[in-house]
C-alpha cells in the first residue's frame, strides 16, 4: 500500500524523501501545479534541501482524487502550511475514506476558531483517524539525515505505534504520546517565542536575553497547556521545549530570521516577504493571545510579540516593557 503527502513543500518533500527511502510507494501531492513541475523536471527541491533526492519511486501530482481515494493509501500525510490545511481538508475530505489514518506534520492554530490543525482535520474530516507529528525536526537536516527525534500523538495506541514504525529510521527516531493537545500546542506556540528570541537577536541582545526568552517562553506555553488539558511532560518533552530550543537557536527557522529583521527594524510585512515562506508564528501570535485571554492566562511576551507585529511597537520598547514588569516570584510554588 501506498502513503500519501499532501503538500510539496520543505517539510512535504523532505518526509517523502525519508519513507521513500524506507522503501514506501509515495504520491506527492500540491495544488500548486509549479510546485509539481518543479519537482518533476529537478526531482530535488533545490532551494530549500539542497542535494536531497527525491527517489524515482516518488509519484508526482495535482490531482487529489487519486491520492487521497484511487491510491487506496495506508496513510494520508498532512503537510500543508497551517493556513491552508483547513481548505485542503476539506478540498479531500469527500475522497477519504472510513477510519483513514491521517497523520498531520503541521504547526498552528487557527485565529477565527481557536482551533488547532487537528480540531480542523477531526471537523473538515470526521471519518478519518487523525493524529500529528511534531518535534525538533528541521527539513534540511532531516533530508541529510542528520539524527533527528520527533514524537506522534495519537488517542489509540495501536495508531500511535503503527505511526511509530511507517517513520522511524536508523537517524529519524519517534517517540509516541497519547497527549493530542500537548503535542499540538508546544508545536505552535513555540513559534511565537521564536519570533521574540529573532527579535532580540536582530536588536544586537546577547545569550542571557535569549535565554530570557526561552525559559519564560517555556512558562508561558506551560500555563497555556496545563489551563487546556496537557501534560507537563509533554510541554518540557521533544515537541514543547525540544522545539522551542530549536526554533529558537537555529538560523535554518523562518520565525527565527522573521524575528531577526523585525529586531532589525524592517517592519512585519516586508520581514514575511523577505523570508519568502509562510512565517506561521505571525500567523499564531493572535491565536495565543486570544487563547490567554480565554483561559485568563498571562502571556506576557505573546502579548509584546502581538505589540510589535501588529500595533507598530519597537521592539526595543517592547523587551524593556517586558524586564520593568511588576516583581514577582518566578513560580507559583515558593515554601516560604
Ligand atoms: N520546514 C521544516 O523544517 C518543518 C519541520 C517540521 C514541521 N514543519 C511544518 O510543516 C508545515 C509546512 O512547512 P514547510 O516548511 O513545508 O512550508 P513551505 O513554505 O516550504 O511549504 C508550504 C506548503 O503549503 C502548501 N500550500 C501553499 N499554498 C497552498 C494553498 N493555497 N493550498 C494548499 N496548499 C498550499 C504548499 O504546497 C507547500 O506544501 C508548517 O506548518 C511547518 O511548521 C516544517
Given at each position: ?91 479531500v475530505s469527500p475522497y477519504i475514506r472510513e477510519g483513514q489514518r491521517i497523520v498531520n506534520v503541521a504547526k498552528g492554530i487557527e485565529e477565527s476558531t481557536l482551533y488547532t490543525l487537528l480540531d480542523i482535520l477531526n471537523e473538515e474530516i470526521p471519518q478519518g483517524n487523525n493524529s500529528v507529528l511534531s518535534g525538533p525536526s528541521h527539513a534540511e537536516e532531516v533530508s541529510r539525515l542528520i539524527p533527528t527525534t520527533v514524537v506522534v500523538a495519537s488517542h489509540d495506541r495501536a495508531t500511535a505505534e503503527f ?174
Amino acid at each position: 500500500m501506498s502513503v500519501t503527502v499532501l503538500g510539496a513543500g520543505t517539510w512535504g518533500t523532505a518526509i517523502t524523501i525519508l519513507l521513500a527511502n524506507k522503501g514506501k510507494d509515495v504520491i506527492l501531492w500540491s495544488k500548486l501545479e509549479n510546485e509539481i513541475k518543479t519537482l518533476e523536471a529537478d526531482r530535488s527541491y533545490i532551494k530549500n534541501l539542497p542535494g536531497a533526492v527525491l527517489p524515482d519511486s516518488v509519484k508526482l501530482t495535482c490531482d487529489y482524487e487519486y491520492a487521497c481515494k484511487t491510491s487506496d493509501p495506508e496513510l494520508i500525510v498532512f503537510a500543508v502550511a497551517s493556513p491552508f490545511v483547513r481548505s485542503t481538508a476539506h478540498l479531500v475530505s469527500p475522497y477519504i475514506r472510513e477510519g483513514q489514518r491521517i497523520v498531520n506534520v503541521a504547526k498552528g492554530i487557527e485565529e477565527s476558531t481557536l482551533y488547532t490543525l487537528l480540531d480542523i482535520l477531526n471537523e473538515e474530516i470526521p471519518q478519518g483517524n487523525n493524529s500529528v507529528l511534531s518535534g525538533p525536526s528541521h527539513a534540511e537536516e532531516v533530508s541529510r539525515l542528520i539524527p533527528t527525534t520527533v514524537v506522534v500523538a495519537s488517542h489509540d495506541r495501536a495508531t500511535a505505534e503503527f505511526l511509530q514504525d511507517m517513520f522511524m529510521t536508523d537517524t529519524f527516531r519517534v517517540y509516541t504520546s497519547d497527549d493530542v493537545i500537548g503535542v499540538e500546542l508546544g508545536g505552535s506556540v513555540k513559534n511565537v517565542i521564536a519570533l521574540a528570541a529573532g527579535m532580540s537577536d536582530g536588536l544586537g541582545f546577547g545569550d542571557n536575553t535569549k535565554a530570557a526568552l526561552m525559559t519564560r517562553g517555556l512558562a508561558e506555553i506551560s500555563r497555556l497547556g496545563l489551563a487546556m488539558g496537557a501534560k507537563l511532560e509533554t510541554l518540557c518533552g521533544l515537541s514543547g521545549i525540544g522545539d522551542l530550543f530549536v526554533t529558537c537557536t537555529s538560523h535554518h527557522s523562518r520565525n527565527w530570521k522573521a524575528g531577526n529583521l523585525i529586531g532589525q527594524g524592517m517592519d512585519t510585512e516586508s520581514a514575511m516577504k523577505e523570508v519568502n515562506q509562510v512565517v506561521e508564528g505571525v500567523h499564531c501570535a493572535k491565536a495565543a493571545l486570544k487563547l490567554a485571554k480565554k483561559y485568563n492566562i498571562e502571556m506576557p511576551i505573546v502579548e509584546q510579540v502581538n505589540k510589535i507585529l501588529f500595533e507598530g511597537k519597537s521592539a526595543r520598547e517592547a523587551v524593556s516593557e517586558l524586564l520593568l514588569r511588576e516583581r514577582r516570584a518566578e513560580h507559583g510554588s515558593m515554601d516560604w
